[in-house]
């Protein structure tokens, strides 16, 4: 009878113990589908948001270096791909911090995983491993990290870029009403000789009846 309580009890608990090391794998196995899925927004984000800039940025070249370009229209234009642009980097940068959130997660369930191994030297070489492929993860987020900021950089060129835009169509919209005051001055002084022709004629009118 002891014996078969022996055997229960050390049955019960390779269950558990097997039970909890099949919940860990699972559970190592979804933080590694959460890190695949960040990382494929992020590189769809990158993508579009790359591709996007670089268009902006060459349309509004060919449209200022054309002869007499509308810059009031540029600038519009500009403005609505500028705030494609930030849309997509600020979602850019929520992929990256999803992605280090993932990874961070991903790396402690996968340490655990590792650390339930029962062969002490296996464990070891096993959290080594560990260990090295998150160092070389860290060198490659870091140098994501770097990228983005150069981005950020450019970006704020592009909204200074922007406001100089905006800048040359005030300016511009200036030289045009210069140009309406000047017409509208000629105007002026037709109309003014006009009617000092029209005065000096009612006076011969009157001189002459006098």
């Known amino acids: 009878m002891k ?12 269950v558990m113990l097997f039970s909890c090391k099949t919940r860990t794998t699972n559970s190592a196995l979804k933080k590694g ?13 990158r993508v579009k948001l790359s591709t996007n800039l670089v268009e902006s940025l060459e349309e509004a070249k060919t449209s200022l270096t054309q002869e007499n370009p ?23 940068k929520s992929d990256f ?3 280090g959130k993932s990874s961070q997660e991903y790396f402690g369930q996968l340490n655990e995983l590792s650390g339930s191994i029962n062969n002490t030297e ?21 140098r994501a990290g770097a990228s983005i900021e150069k981005i950020t950089t450019v970006l704020e060129s592009g909204n200074d870029f922007h406001m100089v835009l ?3 169509s005030i300016r ?18 037709v109309l003014l000789a ?17």
Not at 70 to 92: A, G, T
Request: proline letters at 1%.
């Open 122 to 142: 296996l464990r070891d070489s096993e959290l080594q491993k560990n260990k090295e492929l998150e160092a070389r993860w860290q060198k490659t987020y870091q």
């Open 97 to 99: 911090d999803a992605v």
């Open 70 to 92: 509308d810059i009031p229209e540029v600038s519009k234009d500009f403005e609505k791909e500028w705030r494609s642009i930030m849309s997509r980097y600020n979602k850019l």
């Open 3 to 14: 014996n078969i309580v022996s055997y229960l009890f050390l049955l019960s608990i390779a």
């Open 166 to 168: 905006v800048a040359s």
């Open 33 to 45: 589908e959460v890190l695949k899925t960040n990382l494929e927004s992020f590189e769809k984000n």
């Open 194 to 210: 006009d009617l000092e022709v029209f005065t000096q004629a009612g006076r011969d009118l009157v001189e002459g009846e006098g």
């Open 172 to 189: 511009q919209k200036l030289e045009q009403n210069v140009a309406e005051l000047n017409n509208m001055a000629e105007q002026a002084k």
